[in-house]
Nanobody, 125 residues
Framework: QVQLVESGGGLVQPGGTLRLSCAAS????????VAWFRQAPGKEHEGKSF????????NYADSVKGRFTISRDNAKNTVYLEMNNVTPEDTAVYYC??????????????????WGKGTLVTVSS
């Protein structure tokens, strides 16, 4: 059974740093695209990933460019999301998804084959 489990969420102050993990079982992540999505409280799920890693390339949404970084540890079959200089606008439930690699490097929720259950990040002083 393929499973993704996010962890690392919590309360962080504005300007702070947080690292989320997306650990996989039943699938070897290095052969697939991994994307992070988020849903802010009371808002619709964002229509596309804000950060994605596939086949050696990474795509970032403008809202996180320069602040967030995605990385992989293939030995641990885990993908990380490093969040720096967070703002209250980053408050959301963060989900990782895994799916087939797309040439565009941009992923929508429908491109993902497996999802984690999410981890809540709250940015507040």
């Amino acid at each position: 059974q393929v499973q993704l489990v996010e962890s690392g969420g919590g309360l962080v102050q504005p300007g702070g740093t947080l690292r989320l993990s997306c650990a996989a079982s039943g699938v070897t992540l290095q052969y697939y695209a991994v994307a992070w999505f988020r849903q802010a409280p009371g808002k619709e799920h964002e229509g596309k990933s804000f950060i994605a890693s596939s086949d050696g390339t990474t795509n970032y949404a403008d809202s996180v460019k320069g602040r967030f970084t995605i990385s992989r540890d293939n030995a641990k079959n885990t993908v990380y999301l490093e969040m720096n200089n967070v703002t209250p606008e980053d408050t959301a439930v963060y989900y990782c998804g895994e799916g087939r690699i797309r040439n565009s490097g941009i992923y929508t929720p429908s491109d993902m084959e497996v999802w984690g259950k999410g981890t809540l990040v709250t940015v507040s002083s």
